[in-house]
């Protein structure tokens, strides 16, 4: 007799689903939420970086994630590690899953730098902000991203493969860029990712 009374059961939670599903933007809600559940792994919990080695993507803006993203998929910007995951959102819709990141709350790091280093960091930021902006905050028309409140690690492991040309090589549209990279000392590196962490 109890098989029916679980009917219903399953009914209603049913329902309950199909109401949140509709409800917006909620770290569960959202066509591409099932596919980002998989990127908590390394990218924390809807994007919520806690790490220094792992870009947050709650709120990065879709056209910088989409690119990001083809990128990965195309082997054209190199990880081994976010190629497999780049071409499974590819395949699964990059528009929900770009939306879904780009409806979550922004966060910052929670990774904080030493102070002297951020203060170093500032007196060489303006050879940054021709591209990224006064801000940091970076510039769609330019395919510029935003730095601001990533993880220290992350931005200079980012620097660092540039200077070495390791982040898509040879892409004649990141020329100027890596080349500026090239320029600056390793330490100084490690001072702007501080700066540029620690600008909100
Ligand atoms: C095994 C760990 C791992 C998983 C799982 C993973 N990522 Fe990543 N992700 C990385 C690493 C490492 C990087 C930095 C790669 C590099 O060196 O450029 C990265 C970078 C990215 C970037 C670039 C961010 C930026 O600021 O340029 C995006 C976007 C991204 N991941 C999205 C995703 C999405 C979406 C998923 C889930 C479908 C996912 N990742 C799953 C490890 C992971
Ligand atoms: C000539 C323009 C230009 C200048 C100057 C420039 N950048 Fe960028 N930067 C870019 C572009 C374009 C990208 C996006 C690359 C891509 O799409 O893969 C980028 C990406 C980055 C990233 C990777 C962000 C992420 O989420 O993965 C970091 C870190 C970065 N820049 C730091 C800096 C710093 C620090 C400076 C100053 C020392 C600087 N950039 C100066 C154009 C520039």
């Given amino acids: 007799m109890e098989r029916d009374n679980v009917m219903p059961i399953v009914l209603i939670s049913l329902l309950l689903l199909a109401l949140t599903g509709t ?10 939420a099932p596919t980002a559940v998989i ?30 993203i083809q990128d990965f998929a195309a082997g054209k910007r190199t990880s081994p590690e976010m190629e497999p995951y780049a071409k499974q959102v590819v395949q699964f819709g990059l528009d929900d899953v770009a939306a879904y990141f780009a409806a979550q709350k922004r966060t910052v790091t929670p990774v904080t730098s030493d102070p002297a280093a951020i203060e170093r960091g500032r007196a060489a ?33 980012q620097m660092l493969l540039f ?27 490690a001072d702007l990712a501080a700066y540029w962490s620690s600008v909100r």
Avoid at 46 to 54: C, E, I, P
């Fill in 125 to 157: 930021a303006a050879q940054c902000t021709l591209c990224h902006g006064a801000s940091g905050k970076g510039d769609p028309a330019k395919g510029v991203p935003d730095l601001t409140g990533q993880p220290p690690g992350y931005l200079k492991s």
């Fill in 23 to 32: 409800a917006g933007a909620g770290p569960l809600d959202g066509p591409g």
């Fill in 39 to 68: 990127c908590s792994a390394c990218h924390g919990f809807a994007g919520q970086s806690q790490s220094n080695t792992m870009p947050i993507l709650a709120g990065m803006a879709s056209w910088y994630f989409k690119k990001a």
């Fill in 163 to 189: 200077k070495a040309d390791k982040r898509s090589p040879g892409d004649a549209q990141l020329k100027v860029v890596k080349a500026l990279m090239a320029t600056i000392p390793d330490e100084q590196l």
